[in-house]
C-alpha cells in the first residue's frame, strides 16, 4: 500500500470518488503471478469493476457532472493496473463509465 499523488482529470476524463470495488478472479491472477504485471514500474494497481461519485470533470467531457453517480469497468487488460479501482479517486476515461440508475444504491454512498 502506498500513497499516490491526487488523480487529475485530463481531457474525456472524469475523477471517481471510490465508493466500491469488486474483487475481480483476473485482479487475484495479476497479483500473485498468474497474468502479467502492469507497468515496470509502481504504482501498480489492480482493479476492475468500481462505483462512486464523480468528484471533478477534465476538458471536453460533457457526459457528466460533479456529483453524478457512477459505476464502470476500467479496461485492465489496457491498463494494466495504471489506473486501478483500488483506490480513493481514480481517473477513468467516460467512455468506461455509465450512470447509476436512479433508484439503486451503492455501498458507501453518502
Known amino acids: 500500500m502506498t ?3 491526487e488523480s487529475e482529470a485530463g ?10 470495488v469488486f474483487v475481480h478472479p483476473a485482479d487475484v491472477a495479476a497479483t500473485t ?5 502492469g507497468p515496470d514500474v509502481p504504482p501498480f494497481s489492480p482493479g476492475w469493476d468500481i462505483a462512486g461519485e464523480v468528484a471533478s470533470v477534465g476538458p ?12 464502470g469497468m476500467i479496461p485492465w487488460y489496457l491498463t494494466r493496473g495504471a489506473p486501478g479501482g483500488y483506490a480513493e479517486f481514480v ?7 455509465v450512470l447509476l ?4 444504491s451503492s455501498v458507501g454512498e453518502s
Do not use: M, S
Open 101 to 104: 440508475p436512479d433508484g439503486l
Open 33 to 37: 503471478g498468474e497474468i502479467p504485471l
Open 91 to 97: 481517473a477513468a476515461d467516460a467512455d468506461w463509465l
Open 11 to 20: 481531457p474525456g476524463q472524469v475523477v471517481v470518488r471510490v465508493w466500491v
Open 60 to 71: 471536453d467531457t460533457a457526459e457528466f457532472a460533479v456529483g453524478d453517480r457512477v459505476v
Open 3 to 5: 500513497e499516490l499523488p
